[in-house]
């Protein structure tokens, strides 16, 4: 994944962008704020304030309360750069050509109608997003390697105007951080509801104009979203709910807090760390997941395989997981990601997979449903 390049272009490049990319400081008194974007109903880990010659967006630091991360200041491609911005990374709007670290973010291209936007991307084996796969096959996409040590030559020979990456707490970017193109913090993933999630492709509108389409398909998902919360509300009983399966001695677990655990209640089952107040992940060992959640009625795993998972394979895979009452009584659930694109389709449009999971949990509900992402595990005994 890893190739030279010419440092002549690399750096000429690295020049040209540097000029592309500027910060200042100090409030211009001829601008007035026309819009501090009321609209935004879900989402915390961004603020948008329209001023009459740019556009103002503030992302927040979601690991430190009240600490803004990045601000980025929007100009119009097509008009003189005002003077006197505020501080922030200044982006000339609509971007033409992009990088991107995750499939997730290629897929809410992909649904504002800009995926010839990206230029690159990292790790394309993931990424269930047919134009995206079409356009590496002919070379108008390339594959820029890793997203923990993506190959900074390739970047800069492809000259994007800004990428798009999903930061981690307390990791930085390396050498790309260095290369003077404007580095895009989405922090989605870290947003501790469904809809706060979804509503991030307001924020990628914004980048290209696409405002208006953004704001209808937000709309349409959100009404979607909020009758099947409606329709599980019903229930009178909540099967309690476990998720995931250990990977190496740890066992990762949706926060109490994030958007998976809003999720699970919102298809009228009980999370076992509901109550808990973390937007991330957990981390547990074996022992103290069994403790807490061996009599769970259900169990929902995710894998990538290109080979199916059932119950013998999961205990060779580690004896202990037949001790839970869900594999005893066959209620697992199983979601093999490289056979459907549930992280592609999750942050746009989790009414899909807030509907599978009220079918697993209360198929009364919805008669006749089809499971698209989880399957019955399958019993070869």
Known sequence: MISNSRYILYISCFIFLMSCTRQSSGYGTENQVLDQHPEIKYAQGFSVYKFDDYTKITIMNPWVKGQVMRSYILVDKTKQTPENLPDGTVIRVPLGRVVCYSSVHCSVLDELDVIDSVVGVCEPRYIDVPAVREKIKDGSIIDIGMASNPDVEKIMLISPDAILTSPLKEVGYGKVEN????????????????????????????LFD??????????????????????????????????????????????????????????GSAYFWENDSTTGSLSFSFETVLDKCEHADYWLIKYFNDKELDYSQLEAEYAPYASFD????????????????????????????????????????????????????????
């Open 326 to 381: 869900a594999f005893k009584n066959k209620s697992i659930f199983a979601c093999n990601t490289s056979k459907n694109r549930y992280y592609e389709e999750l942050p746009v449009h989790p009414d899909y997979v807030l509907k599978e999971l009220i079918a697993i949990f209360h198929p009364e509900l919805l008669p006749g449903y089809r499971q698209k992402y989880y399957k019955k595990l399958r019993d070869e005994k």
């Open 179 to 206: 290369v003077g193109i404007p580095i895009i913090d989405c922090v989605d993933y870290m947003e501790s509801t469904p809809l706060g999630r979804t509503e991030w492709i307001r924020f990628l509108a914004l």
């Open 210 to 267: 696409k405002e208006t389409l953004a704001d209808s398909l937000f709309a349409k998902t959100e009404q979607s979203y909020n009758e099947l919360k409606t329709l599980a509300s019903s229930v009178k009983e909540r099967p309690s709910v476990m998720t995931e399966k250990e990977y190496g001695n740890i066992w990762y677990l949706p926060g109490g807090q994030s958007y998976m655990a809003h999720l699970l209640r919102d298809a």
